[in-house]
């Protein structure tokens, strides 16, 4: 049978320019390398610059897993999957500790990331202070001045209305105390796994054109307040198919009169405590082995 | 023998895409040092230069040869490769030298303010990679680093003040360590 597709589906040319912009953006922390993004077999929003990083640094023997908010059974997670199966004939894994190279939406793992794994995320406004200044004559002005005044205007405006930080999800940060970056659409739960992370983390925006990188063991601060620290924000509860207390939570309604669940997001994490014997409030067995909570 | 165009990648897609991989492992974790083997280049080039350059230079890359680098064999070698274009090191992309020939780095591309990415990357030749006496540390360095470093003032002298900065990829026979501009170096 032929191969029909050059390995990992792009071509050797757009590879070799990607290759050259990741090796910037690693030596130039959090600062964003423009590149010649390519329409992709997908429409923007689906990680058309997480596939183009995760082509361009893709070898035949890594082992992929892709996740989609924390889940590997959504429909991104499973189709982009499937296009390195299919176009490099890589193995995939939906096993975090197993994986050599991680695709992730708006998730870092709950497991922690080792020095033989890259994390590669999918980033739609790569541009922390696009929503302040739309010009990206101005923006990139502003970085190059350390001009980063206006950000923190922002966080007090929410002070200001919200009495807190209200910001929740792109929470910006700064690396190694130079460039201010947005982690992608990550909870700010996930925030502090970004600093000192021994993976290398690469961000891929497609639409925008544009790749960063946090290379390993970088500091990455979440900007804040002396009187208004930066905080973790989780659901108050607990898993409720693996009782975890101390991962990101999901609040999924199950049914049509209001009623609520807290589930874990990572669900290979969830999985994993699953099989490991934790039982949540709703996945409790009776004595005989019927689901006793069952609604 | 001069015309001898044999000795590049017998898989181009997978073997650059492999080269990469080390590559890129060597940029973000300096003092790591890897190995790029399986290409037989023309003299003077090492392997791991080679191995880089059939993985980086294409078209729309402008590369500067300086001293025993800058001949015919290797010139047709990698215009055969790569199809690269070459130019004077104060425009190029990719400068391969030795370490003794890099010369004044404010004479290199060091990007600008806004731009700091469009900044060259020296390709060096290095006579020893290994332990040493110099202790590198920043991005990359969980907290400390010692390799074979004989002097910084090469890598240094001249370098632009960060965000700006020429990076640097040593390399000796077939080993490959990044240095870019982040790392801070020190003699022990």
């Excluded at chain 1, 910001?167 to 947005?182: H, I, L």
């Excluded at chain 1, 999901?250 to 994490?269: A, K, L, P, Q």
């Excluded at chain 2, 060096?124 to 470093?149: A, E, F, N, R």
Aim: glycine share 6%.
């Amino acid at each position: 049978m032929s191969n029909d597709y050059n390995f990992a589906y792009l071509d050797e040319q757009t590879k070799r320019m990607i290759r050259r912009g990741l090796l910037k953006s690693i030596a130039i922390p959090g600062y964003q390398v423009p590149f010649a993004s390519r329409e992709m077999p997908m429409p923007y929003g689906w990680g058309t610059g997480g596939v183009q990083v995760t082509s361009a640094c893709l070898v035949p023997e890594d082992k992929i897993k892709v996740i989609d908010q924390g889940a590997d059974d959504t429909t991104n997670a499973v189709s982009i999957r499937q296009f390195f199966e299919k176009t490099a004939k890589v193995e995939t894994t939906t096993h975090t500790e197993k994986a050599s190279l991680i695709q992730t939406r708006h998730r870092i793992p709950e497991h922690d990331l080792d020095e033989n794994q890259i994390l590669v995320y999918q980033v739609p406004i790569p541009e922390p202070l696009r929503f302040l200044e739309p010009r990206e004559s101005e923006t990139r002005k502003m970085h190059a001045l350390t001009e980063y005044g206006l950000m923190h205007v922002k966080l007090y405006e929410d002070i200001a209305h919200h009495g807190h930080i209200a910001t929740s999800y792109a929470y910006p940060v700064k690396v190694e105390g130079r460039y201010v970056m947005d982690p992608s659409p990550i909870p700010k739960f996930d925030n502090p796994k970004m600093s000192m992370c021994p993976a290398l983390q690469l961000f891929g925006a497609g639409r925008e054109q544009r790749l960063y990188a946090i290379p390993p063991y970088c500091e990455v601060i979440s900007l804040d307040f002396e009187d208004h620290p930066f905080t973790r924000l989780k659901a108050n509860a607990e898993c409720e198919l693996c009782s975890a207390n101390n991962s990101y939570l999901d609040e999924v309604i199950i049914d049509d009169e209001g009623n609520r669940m807290f589930v874990c997001s990572d669900t290979h994490y969830c999985e994993a405590r699953q099989a490991d014997g934790h039982r949540g409030k709703r996945n409790r067995l009776d004595q005989e082995g019927y689901d006793a909570t069952h609604i | 023998m001069a015309n001898d165009l044999s000795g590049g990648f017998t898989n181009p897609s997978q073997d650059a895409a492999r080269a990469f991989r080390q590559i890129m492992d060597a940029m973000a974790r300096p003092g790591r040092i890897v190995s790029l083997s399986g290409l037989t280049p023309p003299e003077p080039l090492s392997r791991a230069q080679a191995n880089i350059a059939l993985t980086l230079f294409d078209h729309t890359t402008k590369i500067s040869l300086k001293a025993h680098y800058d001949n015919e064999a290797v010139k047709t070698w990698l215009s055969f490769h790569t199809g690269t274009n070459f130019t004077s090191p104060e425009l190029a992309d990719f400068i391969i030298c030795d370490h003794d020939g890099i010369g004044a780095i404010n004479a290199l591309k060091q990007g600008s303010n806004e731009y700091p990415d469009q900044s060259a990357t020296v390709i060096v030749g290095y006579p020893k990679l290994d332990h040493g006496q110099c202790q590198l540390s920043g991005p990359g360095i969980k907290d400390k680093v010692m390799v074979s470093i004989t002097e910084i003032s090469p890598f240094r002298n001249g370098q632009a003040m960060f965000p700006l900065g020429v990076d640097f990829m040593l390399t000796c026979d077939d080993k490959l360590m990044g240095l870019p501009r982040t790392t801070k170096m020190e003699m022990c």
